[in-house]
């Protein structure tokens, strides 16, 4: 039977895993239909799907007993994986729309992945208005990087209408699957070790001491509405603009699209807080997470470095507001590539030190905060994409919540749109919907503002 090894660094995930905080990931995939498609066509292609076995790795993995308590969990090959119980075809309550479906996706993203058998789940879910059906994938954070959930499922997609057949994606190895063989875990345990070595070298090497103790003790955040203790119940919503609205806010503005969209997080946020009188007096934090990789292929999958960005949400004129969104993330990312190559990664796992300590049971209540929500943005690709004939209309990352942190807004670019999803904590952001509405609205408020700007030059 073969034995793999998860990385250390994406075995985290599996140690930070409780009744609360499920640390699976998540992607909403929604198609058209193809044209004069058969009443039978989506139970013809789950018929298909079914007769592709599980056979390529991780989806044929699961986790080994005795490897659970150790310091780098161990995978086995599942015997006999159950695709029924892995793969399943739903269909959603009439009418079918987009409020039917975040119910549907809330659900099932709730509940954690069953740590006995290999850890994901896909879902085909069709009655979605419009003649359109749903993938809902499912995949355990320690197999795959939140960064890369989403070019994940496009890796089972086709950019022709004419393909068909299609293998499902547990018929495909996993692009960048976390896992080692097993005669590498002297080097994956040493790697802890030159961690810890390259850790005390990184005050030497930051530019200076107060930059150093910026990088490992950074200022705390507001107390909010969003960091309170949350439960395993989990709501979800969606957002999608055209990206060419965006660009064309962030040309008239000088700034960058993912600027524009932290602005229009921010925006949201403080509209959202304001209406429960619930707006800290301080700016909010967000935590940005980049993927090592653009300092260099080396770094594991997994491995994400998390910028903090003050939203500006304590300030009222919008476009001050939009300045000090730009000048926060320019401060950091200039922070950031200061730091040589070999420094990049313990700065990653010492930076969050306090993040990982608000996560242990006894002592996380007593830890502060160090951002309030998370927001991410993904590229995705600028092509159209088919599975079986259907084309994609929309994908939308669906984030894991740490404890303390009940918010997540993640984008990720496709064909000309931009998908944005909102995960957050189902008793703590009841009104979650909102959230995506007043990011629309920011938007439109933002367009008139230029507009009347270029209007009066």
């Known amino acids: 039977m073969k034995t793999t090894l998860l990385k250390p660094v994406d075995a985290t995930w599996l140690f930070l ?8 990931v998540g992607v909403l995939a929604i198609f058209y239909k193809p044209r004069n498609a058969a009443p039978d066509y989506l139970r013809n292609m789950a018929a298909r799907m079914r007769e592709f076995k599980v056979c390529s ?17 161990r995978m086995v090959e599942a015997r006999d994986v159950e695709l029924s119980y892995h793969f399943q075809h739903s269909a959603l309550p009439e009418p079918g729309g987009e409020r039917e479906l975040g119910v549907m996706v809330s659900r099932l993203h709730s509940p954690a992945l069953d740590r006995n058998r ?13 003649d359109r059906f749903a993938f809902y994938v499912k995949i355990h954070h320690a197999l795959v990087s939140f960064l890369d959930s989403v070019p994940t499922i496009l890796s089972m997609l086709a950019d022709s209408a004419r393909q068909r057949n299609m293998p499902p994606l547990w018929a495909q190895p996993l692009p960048g699957a976390a896992l080692d063989d097993p005669e590498e875990s002297s080097g994956a345990l040493a790697s802890l070790a030159s961690l810890g070595r390259a850790g005390v070298g990184l005050l030497r090497a930051s530019v200076s001491p107060s930059k150093a103790r910026g990088f490992l003790l950074p200022r705390g955040v507001p107390r909010s509405t969003l960091n309170r203790a949350i439960n395993q119940q989990r709501r979800f919503a969606t957002q999608q603009f055209e990206q060419a609205r965006i660009e064309r806010i962030a040309a008239a503005t000088s700034s960058t699209v993912n600027e524009v969209l932290t602005y229009l997080c921010a925006t949201s946020l403080r509209r959202f807080f304001k209406e429960y009188n619930a707006l800290p007096d301080e700016s909010l934090v967000g935590l940005i997470p980049v993927s090592l990789r653009e300092r260099g292929s080396q770094n594991a999958a997994n491995a994400l470095a998390g910028i903090r960005v003050e939203l500006g949400t304590n300030i009222g004129d919008p476009l001050a507001r939009l300045a000090a969104v730009k000048k926060s993330i320019k401060v950091v990312r200039d922070d950031r590539n200061s730091l040589p190559e070999e420094a990049v990664t313990p700065y990653v796992l010492l930076r969050a030190a306090p993040m990982f300590a608000s996560q242990l049971p006894a002592v996380g209540r007593f830890v502060p905060p160090v951002f309030n929500l998370k927001i991410s943005n993904v590229q995705g690709t600028d092509s159209p994409m088919y599975f079986d004939g259907a084309r994609l209309d929309a994908i939308y990352p669906i984030s894991q919540l740490l404890q303390y942190g009940a918010l997540s807004i993640d984008c990720v670019s496709y064909a000309g749109t931009l998908n944005i999803g909102f995960t957050g904590a189902r008793d703590t952001l009841p009104h979650l919907q909102r959230l995506a509405v007043y990011v629309g609205r920011a938007l439109d408020d933002l367009e008139q503002l230029v507009q009347s700007a270029e209007d009066a030059a």
Do not use: C, Q
């Open 17 to 24: 895993e409780t009744a609360d905080t499920p640390m699976h």
């Open 57 to 73: 790795e991780p989806w044929n993995m699961r986790l080994s007993g005795e490897g659970l308590t150790g310091m780098v969990p």
């Open 118 to 130: 290999p850890l994901w789940e896909f879902h085909l879910i069709e009655g979605l208005e419009r």
